[in-house]
């Protein structure tokens, strides 16, 4: 061991030598030095005094530490057998003595580690990125171990101080008749003590441990104020609060979601301003597509263009914006099911069911055909053809809304006809969903293999069908024998106090999407079945819950909607302009025809008119594909071109949405309807 020693410091005395020779040097010095580590050079004459200093000095430091360590040990001792101190003050001495010891051995530990470290990169070849690569891998990690030591000794300091002061509190209290008050405010600090002993959570010694979790260096980031006098207090009541933002080696960003001390409340000032000035911003952005003749909901998307990472880059939030977006999703998809009774499901569900099934089948083929001239791999043309094969339900919901639906004897409404194969689109969804990990798995496998991957697919459509049915189910009983009592124990509890109605519907809300997402299917299905639900009660009903969800669902939506502008990249699209029309083009085109081609087969003849209206309905791209998409790029199916190239795609074609859903209204809706469905 002194020899690998000796051998290890002369290498830490050639390391100034290579930092001051001139760079034509560089080599010939760092070839020499690793042949006097393995032994080839000459015998080591210079500087050999010095070398011999430094051995001596870290040889008596080592002794010197190991004289110390023995003190310490026989100090503990000693504490642990005076009578004369109290628990308290014996606790807090041998806290401060243990932690001594730690401090002796990690810098021992530090020491040796660095001279091991120097040792792997001189056996290394100097010119191999990838050994250079290792070496800077292993330094990285004892970084880690080395920071999370520190963070433990000083989480120790901490309480060996708070140790420190509960002994001097005792003894104060031991020179000194207490009053009353004193006692009151003693005994309520013991019990607030006891309290943050049994809510803390012990996340980070709990977890650190658990496989797959990674050590990584993050920066805690304040927030900037102009007034530097103001920065200083709120920094520290920043510091105190823990409202800090960390962003790791990514540049993925974080904020608190659950504060060690639970006692106070938080809030999280980024996520309230991204919300206020959302609200702001969409009035002007609204405002000025109704002027223009368009529907407010571009409006929306043109400020979180404005606002996203494209634009000003003001929203911090961002996947907590999205998060709240989705209940304006949510919220749209139970009025949707308000107005969408289950008679008209009975009279359409034929064609809903049949329609998007066909349509995503052709889909695929197209896909799959174009996949193979253009030498695509099979999964990444199934999940390109499958994300472009959904639609809107949002957006042809606000096409839909307020608009006048004759049902005329013999004749299918075209909005029950759209909407029901929209809601089968959101059942395809979930399928998709959960079939996507075995799609990654099939992308990875060999032949061999994909059989048994064709086996499990099938096996999974297998259990999505189960879960419909039992969905369905659910709903039956629900109608038969739940809803009517439960509605009409609303209303009465509600006379004039509607707050009782409005959380009432919400949470039932929210217990139907709770049921379809324990049942592995989309969570939008289960918001859908909820208004279906209720409006099997009847006409007054609806207009009753109606008139209270509608202001709550307008809220959500302008954030939903905003949320999808964040993912709306104006530079790529000015960039790639030619690519992106073209193909966005080619995509509603072929969904128009193949929307026309499946409906002409299953639609009754005296209905053949609406065919044109359905398929202007459906002739764009779900905003779902922005999920999809992110999902299938971190799994690896699809590369980060082709993601931008969806999302720009998606985009354009809901843009384009209105001007063709327009054209089929104005072409093929009578007159009297015509003002109310655009």
Known sequence: MKATGFISL?????????????????????KHAIKLHRGKGA????????????CRKLSGLLRQKNVVLNKL???????????????????FQVHTFEIFQKELNESENSVFQAIHGLQRALQGDYKDVVNMKESSRQRLEALREAAIKEEMEYVELLAAEKHQVEALKNMQHQNKSLSMLDEILEDVRKAADRLEEEIEEHAFDDNKSVRGVNFEAVLRVEEDEANSKSNTSKREVEDDLGLSMLIDSQNNQYILTKPRDSTIPRADHHFIKDIVTIGMLSLPCGWLCTTIGLPTMFGYIICGVLLGPSGLNSIKSIVQVETL????????????????????LRKVWKISLQGPCYMTVLMIAFGLLWGHLLQIRPTQSVF?????????????SRFLAGSVRGDKEGDIDYSSVLLGMLVMQDVQLGLFIAVMPTLIQVGVSTYSSFFKEVLRILILIGQILFSLAAAFLICLVIKTYLIGPYYRKLHAESKGNKEILILGITAFIFLMLTITELLDVSMELGCFLAGALISSQGHMVTEEIMSCIEPIRDFLAIIFFASIGLHVFPTFVIYELTVLLFLTLSVVIMKFVLAVLVLSLILPKTSQYIKWIVSAGLAQVSEFSFVLGSRARRAGIISREVYLLILSVTTLSLLLAPALWRAAIMKCVPRPERRSST
């Open 384 to 396: 390109i053809s499958t994300c472009l094969s959904l639609s809107s339900t949002p957006l042809v």
């Open 10 to 30: 002369w290498t830490l005395v050639l390391l100034p030598c290579v930092q001051l020779a001139n760079p034509a040097e560089h080599e010939d010095v760092v």
């Open 73 to 91: 040990k026989n100090a503990i001792r000693a504490v642990e057998k005076d009578a004369g101190l109290s628990d308290e003050e014996k606790l």
């Open 325 to 344: 977006g989705e209940f304006g999703v949510f919220f749209t998809l139970f009025l949707v099911g308000l107005e969408f009774s289950p008679e008209r």
């Open 43 to 54: 015998v080591v004459t210079q500087r050999k005094q010095w070398v011999l200093e430094s």
